[in-house]
């Protein structure tokens, strides 16, 4: 625990000084206090804090300032300065629209202490908007020069190329230190979070895993829009790889006997081949094994992705994130008994089997709600929406999972009254939830921890859909320090 009269670094939000305070928000932003970010400010010198960058940029920017007005000047009164003169007008606009700049926003930096995000953003569009102005004005002001000479210079005052392009470097050089200082004084807050993590990553293991899944397909799918052809074609294989899944199979099912768990071999749906654009999901199934499963992804993926990724038995996986009725996002902690990811959080699922087809099709959609009412002992009318937010991979295990959305009509008491973790066919211990805000969720999937990777998956795939690409940038280069790698999706 941390001591609360520990000097603490200041809230990464607004600057508030959290001295004194442990756990619960802040007062000034109601920030959740999540005290594993409180320890990384605090081994990374305030990495957020922003004042100390703030106060040497304010001090560059007054040096600037006072560099134009001594040097701008002088070097219009060697051209014979007139206020009549077009060209010297633009000059002396181009210079002193700049220093004007530079002392606003040394102004700015000096306070920025007290603005939001949202304030910061719009100082930094406005002064890089009047930058380019100035640095515009700089341009033409030595076009103006290079092409019409000042008024008296004489006739033999036409400048050369060389000259034309150092006067215009030197009068657009305050427009452009002013975008600069401004870019680097009002970063966004996604610039804020690549430095914060480029220096959690310093300090870091050199073998961070990085990002946990391949994000495969990604939209948010109705039924009507996820079509999809069988084929009855097997996956390939070697005589090699099939003495390896025998062994692997015997081994675990020795293991399941002495554990007295339950182990069979059963049949699945396997994905050949997936087309994803921005509204339709069409998939290419054939037949697998939950045998084949254990035997090249589930233990032996390196080895099976080596000979071919067709070798893989690759079976469809559906896992839902839970919505209740009164705003929580709920997910289960897996028990012990599980095959792959005990301990672990996990969204609610399973995969597609024998009963979830009907015709030689399988249903995605039947296949989560009966895991749904399997696992949490819910009826298939309480799921009130059911929609298909995108497929993944496990960057280890490489099995593809289709994830989803659930909301449901029941409140978060209700769905906790309803869970029997002692039920033998229970897959979770225990459910654990948290608010379906975005300020909640990243410290969630802190404090969550350990999550399978598809719990990761589901969780930022959900945000990147109501919260934007931002936030899933973001939160992603602070969970993993890099953002999931993607498949681009086919044309419509």
């Given at each position: 625990m941390t001591d609360s009269a520990t000097p603490r670094p200041p809230c990464p939000e607004c600057g508030y000084?959290?001295?004194?305070?442990?756990?619960?928000?802040?007062?000034?932003?109601?920030?959740?206090?999540?005290?594993?970010?409180?320890?990384?400010?605090?081994?990374?010198?305030?990495?957020?804090?922003?004042?100390?960058?703030?106060?040497?940029?304010?001090?560059?920017?007054?040096?600037?300032?006072?560099?134009?007005?001594?040097?701008?000047?002088?070097?219009?009164?060697?051209?014979?300065?007139?206020?009549?003169?077009?060209?010297?007008?633009l000059a002396a606009g181009a210079a002193g629209g700049a220093v004007a700049g530079l002392v606003g926003l040394a102004a700015a930096a000096w306070r920025a202490g007290r603005f939001s995000d949202v304030d910061r953003g719009r100082i930094r569009?406005?002064?890089?908007?009047?930058?380019?102005?100035?640095?515009?004005?700089?341009?033409?002001?030595?076009?103006?020069?290079?092409?019409?000479?000042?008024?008296?210079?004489?006739?033999?005052?036409?400048?050369?190329?060389?000259?034309?392009?150092?006067?215009?470097?030197?009068?657009?050089?305050?427009?452009?230190?002013?975008?600069?200082?401004?870019?680097?004084?009002?970063?966004?807050?996604?610039?804020?979070?690549?430095?914060?993590?480029?220096?959690?990553?310093?300090?870091?293991?050199?073998?961070?895993?990085?990002?946990?899944?391949?994000?495969?397909?990604?939209?948010?799918?109705r039924a009507e829009q996820v079509t999809q052809e069988w084929h009855e074609v097997r996956r390939r294989t070697t005589p090699e790889l099939e003495a390896l899944i025998d062994r692997t199979w015997r081994v675990k099912l020795d293991e399941a006997r002495r554990s007295g768990t339950l182990l069979y071999d059963g049949e699945l749906a396997r994905l050949i081949a997936c087309r994803a654009t921005a509204r339709t999901l069409l998939?290419?199934?054939?037949?697998?094994?939950?045998?084949?499963?254990?035997?090249?992804?589930?233990?032996?993926?390196?080895?099976?992705?080596e000979v071919g990724p067709d070798c893989l038995a690759d079976p469809c996986g559906v896992s839902s994130n839970v919505f209740t009725r009164d705003g929580y996002l709920v997910l289960g902690r897996r028990n012990h008994r599980v095959a792959y990811h005990p301990g672990t959080l996990h969204p609610f699922g399973g995969a597609l089997e024998a009963e979830d087809r009907a015709a030689r099709r399988f249903d995605l959609f039947s296949a989560a709600r009966r895991e749904l009412c399997e696992e949490l002992r819910i009826r298939p009318e309480e799921i009130r929406d059911l929609t298909c937010i995108g497929l993944v991979r496990d960057a280890e295990i490489l099995q593809p999972e289709f994830l989803f959305d659930a909301v449901l009509t029941l409140a978060l008491p209700e769905l906790l009254a309803r869970f029997d973790p002692l039920d033998p066919k229970q897959e979770h211990e225990r459910l654990e939830s948290c608010y379906d805000l975005p300020e909640e969720v990243m410290p969630f999937l802190s404090r969550a921890a350990p999550l399978a990777p598809i719990a990761e998956a589901s969780i930022l795939l959900h945000g990147r859909h109501h919260w934007g690409e931002e936030w899933y940038e973001s939160t992603c280069l602070v969970h993993f320090g890099e953002v999931p790698p993607q498949m681009p999706l086919a044309p419509d």
């Open positions: 000084n959290l001295t004194g305070l442990a756990g619960g928000r802040c007062p000034e932003c109601g920030w959740p206090i999540d005290e594993e970010v409180i320890e990384a400010l605090q081994n990374t010198q305030a990495l957020m804090s922003e004042r100390p960058f703030r106060l040497s940029t304010t001090a560059v920017a007054a040096a600037l300032s006072v560099f134009i007005i001594v040097g701008a000047f002088p070097l219009t009164r060697t051209t014979g300065f007139s206020w009549s003169n077009r060209f010297d007008q569009r406005v002064l890089r908007a009047w930058a380019a102005v100035c640095v515009v004005a700089g341009v033409v002001a030595a076009g103006e020069a290079w092409v019409r000479p000042p008024a008296g210079a004489g006739p033999t005052a036409q400048t050369s190329l060389l000259e034309f392009v150092l006067r215009a470097v030197f009068f657009a050089l305050p427009g452009a230190a002013l975008f600069l200082l401004t870019t680097v004084t009002f970063e966004s807050p996604r610039g804020r979070v690549h430095r914060a993590v480029q220096r959690l990553r310093m300090l870091s293991a050199p073998d961070d895993p990085g990002a946990t899944f391949v994000v495969q397909a990604f939209g948010r799918y998939l290419k199934l054939g037949p697998g094994s939950y045998r084949d499963f254990v035997g090249t992804n589930l233990y032996n993926a390196a080895a099976a992705a």
